[in-house]
């Protein structure tokens, strides 16, 4: 008898289990969503208290999303913090999020990938939207990234016109990694074009951290790049401003990364390729409003992969400061122009040349690599052929820009 | 491109001591706790709330004296703390130890993610730090070529660390109560049996160990220009300290020595393109190797030492006999 009475006991728990889970599941769709109601979820590779870095430029963008649109930041975002890139990990504050009841949640990190894919399958009610990754579905799954090499060149028209005034023809530029990851290469690949439009003769030296953050490196870096390799401005992939403070310290020149870096070293920084992450957060928080089901989201949005530039004020350059070459800001005018009406773009077979007085000229060139690419853990096997786009080409696709760029262009040397 | 020889060997050799001198400070003073008996794995935390407090309190005072003293003092507290929980309440030190590092880290972000939020004092503003911080040159050894600027031309928190640790050698083994410190880490029964006392000399050593470990976390946030972000200054200098005692075999003066070769081996990953590029006949094979190798080199380094020292005969060990053991007078 009374095994007959813990089986039915257990058989009424589980079908009321399912059924708090239905209910739970239909309750969140099927009244319209608003500003007012959305719920947002967010999962962060850092501390959400942070003031500086990766984890601190997203989550200040999320919540200036929320406030543009009149949300509430208190009661309607829901952040699990400190999560490691572990399957499991992420699956289990994808949980917490859900019960929660949130409508859409961002993973900011890379290695987020897989637990995003799963979990999407999982929660068909839920949008899931992961930062830097190339994976997603047709409806609740999709992932965003910016045109960040736009920005660098830009901030690399900054850097070369800077070393024609100095009369030094060495830039350095402290990486996090380099050609073993697109996002680097093309980073350094969009910077460095960028330099040799205002200055062709110059040469742009990469040390590579081999780590996304390693601030004593970063400075040791760049003094080693200004004071061995004689570099007269230094750029950075890298979340610290030890390398622009290393080359305030040093009497140089510095381009920064990641938010305006003027008031760290205000006697050596130019300019810093930025994003606006709020742009993105706000165009996904509205378009999970306007799709109302999250099987509608992909849709609603236009794409699976959401791919922002300077058009869409996704990235951009942080303004120019008073250390700048002359006619810095009139050059960076007219190359933004270029590229947000769409009539130019950073790789393909036309290269710009800027003149000292600031005029940008187009014409026909290969795109070249330096000879070398990242093939299976190697970073120096050589290319048999260097010529990437041939003169008047088409830009390179996408897909390589984020997924493949595993080479330097000509001009450009790991040291 | 043509190198300038002279100046990439230079900024080699100032680098190593440049960035290597805050394990000194850690070595150092672990080796005096160490010494007492009491094994004390918190000096990552220990040097993060030195570094916190020290750079707050020197840059609101402008001085850099101010810095030094509260990076002593909180090291010392923290100390305090370990003492209490270890000496007294009989607490497993390892898992103490442990705890003091989170403690020490929670301390560090705590503090300066509130002070970031409200207004961080930037170290360029204060030009006392900066005037007390930038190089001093020793007159005559400085001038001498290639070694003079690498070696002999550092800010004072420099020499500093050296006089510590020499001047910890010649107490351990040229005085007293060094004698007596010595006795009480190898068997405090028979210390105590002679009349030393060792709780006082126990919590003496690890309150003055851990300031000295407070000031090695004040230089890092010093040479870190005072710009705090999501990473600590101290970027697991204290765990590599911990391994540097063993290798230095709890003598301060061969701590001198330990931190250097550690310290080649670390900066070979920031100079090593540098100095193949500018010898490419002798020393171009360093242009080849990965970079992930150079990261892991000073590890590996650190790792046959420890297993070079562990094969070495237990007689010449510096060891003391009763580390990592609780002394209760009760149980003599």
Redesign the interface.
Known sequence: MKKILALVMAMVLVLGLVACGETGAAGSNEEGLSAQTLKVGAIYINSKNDTAGYTFAHHSGITAAMKELGMDTEKQLFIVDEVPEKKDDVLAAVDTLVGNGVNIIFGISFGYIDAMEEAAAEYPNVIFSHGTGYKSNETNFNNYFGRAYQARYLAGIAAGLKSLELGNNNVGYVAAHTTDYAETASGINGFALGVQAANPNAKIYVKNLNNWADEVNEKAYAEELINSYNCGVISQHCDSAQPQIAAQTAGVFGCGYNSDMTPDAPKAHLTAAIWNWNVYYRTAMEAAIKAGTADKFVATMGTSAYYGGLKEGFVDVSPLSENCAENTDKAIKAVKELIISGEWDVFTGVKLEIAADGTVTQKDAALESNGFQHKDGDFKVPMENVEVVAAGGASVEDGVITGTMNYLVAGVEEV | ?E??KL??VT?FLH?IVV?NIPLLYGTAGEILVEKSGSLNLGVEGIMAVGAIFGYICGCYANSLLVGIAVAFLAGALCGLLFSVLTVTLQANQNITGLTLTTFGLGVY?FV??GL??SG?P?MGNFSNIMAGFSNVAIPGLSKIPLLGHGLFNHNVLVYLGIAIAVAMWWYLNKTTPGLRLRAVGENPAAADSVGINVTWTKYLHICIGCGIMGIGGYYMGL???G?????C?I?GYGWIAVALVIFANWNPAMAILGTFVFGFFN?L???G??LA??FPSVLGFL?DI???LY?ALPFIITAIVLVVTSIRSRKSSGLPAALGINYFREER
Do not use: H
Not at chain 2, 227 to 231: L, R
């Open positions: 491109m190198m300038d100046s990439v900024s680098n960035y972000f300066g993610n970031k939020a961080w930037v040479n870190m220009s710009s705090f972000n999501s990473n200054w970027n900066t990953r920031v100079s393109s540098s590029a500018a242009g990965p970079t992930q990261q």
